[in-house]
Every structure is written in C-alpha cells, then in structure tokens.
C-alpha cells in the first residue's frame, strides 16, 4: 500500500517516516552545499527566522493601530466612514500589493521584498503621524497596507526554506503567532499611547516610522540572500545566467546516466560559499533573469494568475480570509462600543480587551503549529511512514465550534450591555475567537504547503488576495449591517457564517485527495514553466 502511494508521485502524499528507526525523511532533500539554507548553522537559520516573524509582526502591528487614534480623528474632523474606507484602502493595499511584488522573489532574490515593504512602513507611517485630513487618513493605509505584503506570502516562503516540511506545522504556527502579537498588541500599544497626552496620538506614527527605519537598516546588512536553486544542484545542473543576447544555458556537473549517480555527485560537489557582501546585495538576479527582467515580470505575473484554480488555495484563502472578516467586527465594537454606556472604557482599557484575544490565539497556534505536526506524524505511523496533506485537517472540527461560540458569546454579551461577572462570559467569547484566528490560518496553510510545496510563493498570493478581499467586502459591510441589526443579531449571524466556512473543511478532507491528482499535471507544468524549463 504504501509503495504504491509513492510510486505516484503525488505531492501531498509523501513517506514522512523511515522505516527503520521511525526517523522522519528530510524533505526538501539537503545538499552538501554550504548555501543552501538548510545547511545553515542553528543559530544563523534562528537568527534569519527572527528577522522574518519580526518584520510580519511589526506589519501586523502598524495595520491594525490606527483605530486607536478614532478619537484624535473625530476632533479633526475625521469621520469614522472615513475611517472604515482607510481600513478597506489598508487590506486593498496587502492584496493587491503582494500580487504585484510576487514576481520579486524569483527574479530578484527574497531580500528585494522585504527591502521595498520596510521603505513603504515607513512613508505611511509619516502620512499617518501627520494626518490632519480625511485623504491622509485614507491614503495612508494604502502605504501601511503595502508595506504589510511582504509578510502575506514572502515571509512563508523564507521560513520554508530555512527549515525541513515536518517542522512545516510548528514554522507556519510561529508565522501566525508573530501576526498573532502584531495584531492584537499593535492596537494595545497603540490605545496607551494614544491615552498618553504627553506625547499625544501622532506617536503612534512616529514610533512605527522609527522601528520600521531600524529594522530597515537591521535588514540591510544582517538579513542573508536564502534563494536557493535545489532543482539545479539535486539535478546536476548549474544553470547559467542569462541575458539579452543568450538564452538559457546549462552547465552540466554530472553525466552520469544513473539519476541516483547524478544526485550523489551534485550532493557531493563543493560548491564555493558567498561572500558577505554576495549574501546582503540588494538584488540577487536569477540566473535565467534576461535584461533587467521586464517582460519575464509581466509572464510571472499573469502566470501567478493560475494559482487560483487550485482548490486547495481557494480553501485557504477562505479561512484565512474568515478571520480577516471577523476580525474588522469585533475590534469595531471595541473601538465603537465600549466608550459609552455602560461601560465607559478609556482608550487603555479598550487596548487591553486585546488580552484575551491574544491568549487564544497563543493556544490556537501550539494547537495548529506543533500539535499539528505531532498529529500528521502519529497519522503517517499508522500508514507506514506515509503522509497525506489532508491528516491536518482534521484539527479544523473543534475550531468549527470553539470559534463561532466566541463569536456569538463576545456578540450578544456585548449587546446586552453585559457588566462583571456576567462580562466575563464576552471576554472568554473572545479567548475563543483568538483560538480560532490562531489555528485556522496556520492548519489552512500547512495543508496548502504540504498540497503543493513547490508553489508556496505562488499560493500564499493567491491566498492574499482572497482574503484580503473577503476583507474588503465585510470592512463595508460591517457599518451598514451593525446599524441595521442588533449586535446580537450580528454575532449570531457571522458566528453561523464561521460554522458555514470552517465546514468547508469536510469536502476538502474528502476529496483534497482527488482534487490533488487531478491538478498534478496543471501543478507540474506550472513549476516547469515558472523556472523556465
């Protein structure tokens, strides 16, 4: 059964665990050369993951603290329908850009997105800090938003390649945990500040212009090029530059007619580590890069467009984009409701409402990151070492339940005017909420990953752009509907919704199988075409 599960060669159904000695299989498949990142020394690939959940942090934290500067915005004149336009700028800006940056990468190395975004904090962090109109308090985000791109699918990418696909769940938990703090500790921090009237609510832009400039020059010189062509080297191929005049040529290192021959005598070659400077320039060029790249930009581009025929990137969108949803309602009650009666919330007391949210959602990422992962290795014990991308799921059931629970909890507490004790029942409400946005986004995009893991780039963009669209809808939606029903009405309502989506996971889980051997081919020919094969 299981060599007949291999000998398919479908990815998403791989042999996790050797045989002997139930040691897991290193996949990707390592190298014996010093730049491959999967060779890196423990404390360089840490230091390297650091940089990358920072950066996603930090981006997740400059997006979601404008809210806590509503009422400086009133005082100038600054409605809260402006506000709520700003905030569909702000996830129109994360979509759209990570779809534009996304040929960077392949064409330009890993550090170039990174480089652009942190440029981007940094002058919509200025606009904000100085915003005196309703068109600053708007266009703003759209800066604040690009420069949260490179955390929507760039950031996965890098973390892939520094560590092997059975740490894939605990990585892509770590991911969600940074955007996790950002997002709910970026509004706390945001609110004490803006309670401050020593320094005054501008510095929550000016302190976000500060850090992204530090982490800026931090990045400049101390983040390392991770571009690595392992196909090349696995295949005993060196693939040459390319440039205007000359197409693509290939070296060959080995030509032995054995693959497993031509494998050992890649994995064996030395090849000749980069210097420092190689390692931070701010372009790496891919060798099949011709001219300065501009029309391969535009293939790439329309290419990225084929993702979305993947069900499994539809899946993930979905439920990555749920939680975007979500999340617009219940900070908006926050920021609109607990103000007044009977309540009256100075703006610290609404920031550290984020407390409980953020306890969730350290549970839901242990939960969907190294949970997971110790659960998809027990399910590959039981099939004789192998894996199937779909074993993950499973852990989607309860979230199915805790996550709208604390929808309608957090809902209909707030919507009765609930005070302690009986409040305390709305802020368990959103402990379950915080469970929810912790480990649907992490096991969604594991099982993406494991589904097509030469195509994470390519499918983390795909899931950009569904769920920062899903955003967008309900960012509108959401003032218009809260006026016209209760909060209760609301929350239940949305909570019905979370079940509805979350179960979405029942025909995946069935048919994930099927749908992956049916876009086998579409997915091969998608790597081949993309790296110009």
């Not at 959940?53 to 997006?63: M, Y």
């Not at 581009?301 to 309602?329: E, I």
């Not at 309540?343 to 550290?352: F, P």
């Not at 014990?381 to 309860?398: F, H, N, T, V, W």
């Amino acid at each position: 059964m299981g060599d007949s599960i291999i000998n398919e060669h479908l990815a998403g159904t791989e042999r996790i665990i050797k045989s002997e000695g139930h040691e897991a299989t290193l996949i990707p498949q390592p190298t014996a050369s010093p730049n491959d990142p999967l060779n890196w020394s423990p404390w360089r690939k840490y230091w390297h993951a650091f940089l990358v959940l920072f950066i996603v942090g930090l981006t997740a934290a400059t997006s979601n603290d404008a809210g806590s500067a509503s009422d400086a915005m009133l005082d100038m004149g600054i409605s809260e329908n402006i506000e709520n336009i700003g905030a569909g700028v702000l996830f129109a800006g994360i979509g759209y850009t990570t779809f534009l940056l996304s040929p960077l990468p392949a064409l330009y190395g890993r550090r170039s997105t990174y480089l652009i975004c942190l440029l981007s904090s940094i002058i919509g962090s200025v606009w904000f800090a100085k915003s005196r109109h309703a068109t600053d308090a708007i266009w703003s985000q759209l800066f604040v938003g690009a420069s949260e791109s490179c955390a929507e699918a760039a950031a996965q990418l890098s973390l892939s390649e520094l560590f092997y696909s059975h740490q894939r769940g605990m990585v892509l938990g770590l991911y969600i945990l940074a955007t996790s703090i950002g997002t709910f500790l970026g509004p706390l921090f945001a609110g004490l500040i803006a309670d401050d009237d020593r320094i005054g609510w501008s510095w929550i832009g000016w302190f976000a212009v500060i850090i992204s400039v530090v982490t800026l020059i931090v990045f400049l010189f101390a983040f390392e090029e991770t571009t690595f062509n392992r196909r090349a080297v696995l295949e005993g191929v060196r693939v040459m530059s390319s440039n205007a005049e000359t197409d693509n040529k290939k070296e060959d290192w080995s030509r032995n007619e054995s693959e497993p021959q031509a494998v050992e005598a890649a994995s064996n070659m030395v090849d000749k580590p980069k210097t420092y400077w190689q390692r931070i320039a701010l372009v790496t060029p891919s060798p099949l890069l011709k001219g300065i790249g501009f029309k391969q930009y535009f293939q790439m581009l329309f290419q990225t467009l084929r993702v979305f025929s993947f069900p499994a990137v539809l899946y993930a969108g979905l439920q990555w984009g749920a939680q975007d949803a979500w999340l617009t309602f219940y900070l908006t009650v926050q920021e609109d409701n607990y103000y007044d009666d009977p309540w009256d919330y100075g703006d610290t007391a609404v920031a550290l409402m984020n407390i409980p949210t953020l306890i969730g959602a350290l549970i839901g990422c242990v939960y969907g990151g190294w949970f997971s992962d110790r659960f998809v290795e027990w399910k590959a014990r039981k099939r004789g070492g192998i894996s199937e991308a779909e074993d993950r799921l499973l852990l989607m059931y309860p979230a199915a339940i805790i996550n709208p629970a604390g929808l309608m909890l957090f809902g209909i507490g707030s919507g009765k005017g609930w005070l302690f004790p009986k409040l305390w029942a709305a802020y368990v409400g959103l402990g379950f909420i915080g469970f929810g946005w912790g480990c649907a986004g992490d096991i969604a995009l594991s099982y993406l990953a494991d589904c097509y893991p030469d195509m994470i780039l390519e499918g983390m963009v795909g899931v950009a752009v569904i769920n920062n669209s899903i955003a967008l809808i309900f960012t509108f939606c959401t003032g218009i509907w809260m006026d016209t029903q209760s909060l209760s009405q609301v929350f239940i309502a949305i909570g019905v919704l979370s079940f509805f989506f979350f179960m979405t996971t029942l025909p995946m889980h069935y048919w994930g199988k099927a749908a992956r051997r049916k876009t086998a081919g579409m997915y091969n020919r998608f790597i081949l075409s993309r790296d110009g094969q």
